[in-house]
């Protein structure tokens, strides 16, 4: 019988991003202007997007419970788009289109915000203060 190797190695870091937004667009919690707008920003495309309550939020790793440290965009009752964030309490501003509400989040990106890194926050916590330590 021949031995089959089985690969047991994760996704890569590209393949778990794209798949998130894969499954951002078929949630449909989000409007799909916003979510074209935001995947056409690169800077966001490489990050993991999470959707709730009709919110787009980007997480800098890709294991659940994300990162909190970037801007989300809502909906906005009278239409258009709320930015707030990273924390629930605070406000960034109101935009009128998706372009402003995702040049709004980029404007306000973490200092080296960089593809997201494969694993949870205190995976990404742990990294950080090794390389930082280096």
């Not at 994760?10 to 449909?28: F, I, M, T, Y």
């Not at 800098?60 to 809502?74: E, G, H, M």
């Not at 372009?99 to 205190?122: D, I, K």
Request: a negative charge; aromatic letters at 8%; proline letters at 10%.
């Amino acid at each position: 019988m021949d031995h089959v190797p089985v690969n047991t190695s994760r996704p890569s870091g590209k393949d778990l991003v794209e798949a998130g937004w894969h499954n951002v667009r078929a949630d449909g919690r989000v409007r799909p202007d916003l979510l074209e707008a935001a995947y056409a920003e690169p800077r966001l495309r490489q990050l993991f997007p999470w959707a709730g309550m009709g919110e787009l939020h980007f997480s800098r790793c890709t294991d659940p419970r994300w990162t909190w440290d970037i801007p989300y965009i809502a909906p906005a009752a009278e239409g258009g788009y709320q930015v707030s964030g990273p924390l629930r309490s605070e406000t960034v501003g109101w935009a009128a289109t998706p372009a402003q509400a995702v040049m709004m989040v980029v404007e306000r990106l973490p200092p080296g915000c960089g593809p997201a890194f494969v694993g949870s926050p205190e995976d990404l916590a742990a990294h950080e203060a090794a390389t930082h330590n280096d």
